[in-house]
């Protein structure tokens, strides 16, 4: 597909993250406002809530885009989705109504430099879940601790593991994180000691945003559950290694997680994404009907990990990937989580897993990338690292990439502050 050419210049870049094709949902402000919904069109901010008010998009007989998230708009379905989404394009392409471009008024108030605004969260998390569904990731972790002959658990090849973690604490790019405090195990000590984490990682992933709930007690087939997503987010679970290794038996991860997730403030709509679906990987065993898939439901997305020391000059590359390595796409995952009869929410978030690709320079941790932290990483400046230290900034961005644009989701964000003090 190529691009749908846009009156705002700088959409029309190949570079840009956001063009018209594009149009992600968030949440801004500026000095003086209070948060609402706006979405992104090459290097500006378009406000949907004075469009709103302008009568130039209407998602019902309610406005919604002057309320600090998106989860009311999403709750109204891939109709109403489809609708708005027809209407931005109209008024936003080269030849299309030129209602908000002849307005020089309302064009000045509703277009802003992406730079000069404050983004939030873009929609309010009902429920956060994590999963465990890249092989290549879970290959590498259980070699690293049960060797290579037991590397995947008995179940991997049959369900997408996942655990329940804490929407309270899903933060927008941007956001610092405190280093955790915790019980760790130190391999020469026969008792736990208390203290800030000393292997801080994190993990690249996808989140994908469910849109429409289901009733508690029914299930959702797969093609059902990838029709209630509504799109997608960059993700960074960090993670605390060593409190993760002492706490992790037998319920799995717990404070090693629940301290900070951060997602990128723009929502990538599914149909933006719709033409970079890809299959999943071959079975290796073959999975239970209410899992298989009926066609492709994963997207080809690029996705890179920096990091930069506090006063380094630049950020230095440590990893890039792809979306399509995961071995259980996200309307899997949702099927299986809905299966027992679990309620689903509008904003409910579900982390991919670590995405990890072939090759060392494609893990997506730095507990892989070290090689459990005995393969220091080198970085721009001569610097090493094995895990996170104080002042590091980790971003992590992500493209699918089309014959003459990018659907870009911009970047994901956060700085490791020291721990707090607690005595």
């Not at 597909?1 to 959409?11: D, L």
């Not at 406000?47 to 885009?65: K, M, N, Q």
């Not at 299309?96 to 471009?101: E, F, K, S, V």
Request: glycine share 10%; net charge negative.
């Amino acid at each position: 597909m190529k691009r749908t050419h846009a009156w705002v210049e700088s959409a029309n870049s190949a570079e840009t993250h956001f063009p018209l094709n594009n149009l992600p949902y968030g949440v801004y402000s500026r000095e003086g406002s209070a948060p609402h919904c706006c979405t992104a069109i090459g290097d500006q901010v378009l406000d949907l809530a004075r469009l709103e008010d302008a009568g130039l998009i209407s998602a019902g007989p309610e406005p919604v885009f002057s309320q600090d998230s998106i989860n009311d708009f999403m709750a109204l379905g891939a109709d109403v989705w489809n609708a708005v989404r027809n209407r931005l394009t109209d008024l936003l392409r080269e030849g299309g109504d030129p209602a908000l471009r002849n307005d020089d008024g309302l064009r000045a108030a509703a277009l802003v430099d992406i730079d000069d605004v404050v983004m939030h969260m873009p929609f309010r998390v009902a429920e956060y879940t994590d999963f465990y569904s890249g092989r290549q990731h879970a290959e590498n972790v259980g070699t690293m601790f049960r060797g290579k002959e037991n590397a995947l658990p008995p179940n991997w090849l049959h369900i997408p593991i996942g655990y329940n973690g804490r929407a309270s604490t899903v933060v927008v790019s941007g956001t610092d994180i405190h280093r955790p405090l915790g019980q760790m195990k130190p391999p020469d000590s026969d008792n736990p000691v208390f203290g800030p984490c000393r292997r801080l990682d994190i993990e690249l992933e996808m989140g994908a945003v469910v849109g429409l709930p289901n009733a508690m007690g029914q299930p959702v087939t797969v093609d059902e559950a990838d029709a209630m997503i509504f799109g997608y987010v960059l993700l960074n679970d960090w993670s605390a290694r060593d409190i993760q290794a002492w706490e992790y038996q037998p319920l799995g991860p717990f404070q090693s997680k629940v301290f900070a997730t951060s997602i990128s403030p723009w929502v990538v709509t599914k149909v933006a994404l719709e033409p970079y679906r890809v299959a999943t990987q071959a079975r290796e065993k073959q999975l239970l009907p209410y899992l298989t898939e009926n066609g492709p439901l994963l997207y080809d997305i690029e996705l890179e990990v920096l990091m930069q020391p506090q006063g380094a000059r630049q950020a230095t590359s440590i990893a890039a990937t792809n979306y399509r390595n995961m071995y259980y796409s996200a309307a899997q995952q949702l099927a299986h989580h809905a299966i027992g009869g679990c309620r689903m929410n509008t904003g409910d978030l579900l982390g991919s897993g670590t995405i990890s690709g072939p090759e060392k320079s494609g893990f997506g941790s730095l507990l892989e990338i070290t090689w459990g932290g005995k393969e220091p990483l080198m970085l721009e400046g001569g610097q090493t690292r094995t895990f996170i230290e104080d002042g590091d900034t980790l971003t992590l961005t992500g493209y699918a990439q089309g014959e003459d644009h990018r659907i870009g989701f911009g970047a994901c964000r956060g700085t490791i502050l020291p721990s707090p003090k607690f005595s």
